[in-house]
């Protein structure tokens, strides 16, 4: 059975940063993104990463301030949110997909969600 977990969301000023985990189990070799929906929009990419963890990806609204990154001995996703900004405020997602993509028909698992609201 395939469970993925998020934790790390929470509120934080502008400018600051947070941290968020995706606990994954039951899926095996799987490239791992990040996905986030803010209220009245469509769910968007933030960020990918291959199963090796060597090759990483980003929209460019995040590129600079976001990494993706992962640690497959635990096997869990994270993403480091520096830099914050309000128009970051969403519910964020991963999701496991065969290969990384920033596409959301790619994706065959999701979590959740959880919430981060950046405040200004």
């Known amino acids: 059975q395939v469970q993925l977990v998020e934790s790390g969301g929470g509120l934080v000023q502008a400018g600051g940063s947070l941290r968020l985990s995706c606990a994954a189990s039951?899926?095996?070799?799987?490239?791992m993104g990040w996905f986030r929906q803010a209220p009245g929009k469509e769910r968007e990419f933030v960020a990918a990463?291959?199963?090796?963890?060597?090759?990483?990806y980003y929209a460019d609204s995040v590129k600079g301030r976001f990494t993706i990154s992962r640690d497959n001995a635990k096997n869990t996703v994270y993403l480091q949110m520096n830099s914050l900004k309000p128009e970051d405020t969403s519910v964020y997602s991963c999701a496991a997909a065969r290969r990384p993509s920033g596409k959301v028909v790619e994706y065959d698992y999701w979590g959740q969600g959880t919430q981060v609201t950046v405040s200004s």
């Open positions: 990463i291959t199963w090796s963890g060597g090759s990483t």
């Open positions: 039951g899926v095996s070799r799987y490239a």
